[in-house]
């Protein structure tokens, strides 16, 4: 089976930065290499939403709210993708998950508590 496991969340000043991880298991290499992966968050109260985006071509897209804050990358050798955010705002509090779609199912992530205090 598939799993993604996401990592990195913390409790962090207005400007500062973190770096998520989500880890993808039970993929062959080649599988992964092809997939897009996301990572979206959800506030209390909110809809879940697109933070950034990476396809198997390395191209990126981001919510206008994180861009030119915001870093999606993917490590394939380690089957992971990696979200590093600077200049975190408090509007930025949120759970932070990865999904992927494989096989026709979209697969997520338990989550990842990312507080940025004002």
């Known amino acids: 089976q598939v799993h993604l496991v996401e990592s990195g969340g913390a409790l962090v000043q207005t400007g500062g930065s973190l770096k998520l991880s989500c880890r993808v298991s039970?993929?062959?290499?080649?599988v992964f290499w092809d997939i897009r992966v996301g990572w979206f968050r959800q506030a209390p109260g909110k809809e879940?939403?697109?933070?950034?985006?990476?396809?198997?071509?390395?191209?990126?897209n981001y919510a206008d709210s994180v861009k030119g804050r915001f870093t999606i990358s993917k490590d394939n050798t380690r089957r992971s993708v990696n979200l590093q955010m600077n200049g975190l705002k408090p509007e930025d509090t949120a759970v932070y998950y990865c999904?992927?779609?494989?096989?026709?199912?979209?697969?997520w992530g338990p989550g990842t508590q990312v507080t940025v205090s004002s």
């Open positions: 039970g993929i062959i290499l080649s």
């Open positions: 999904s992927m779609n494989y096989r026709g199912q979209d697969l």
């Open positions: 879940r939403e697109l933070v950034a985006s990476i396809a198997s071509d390395r191209s990126t």
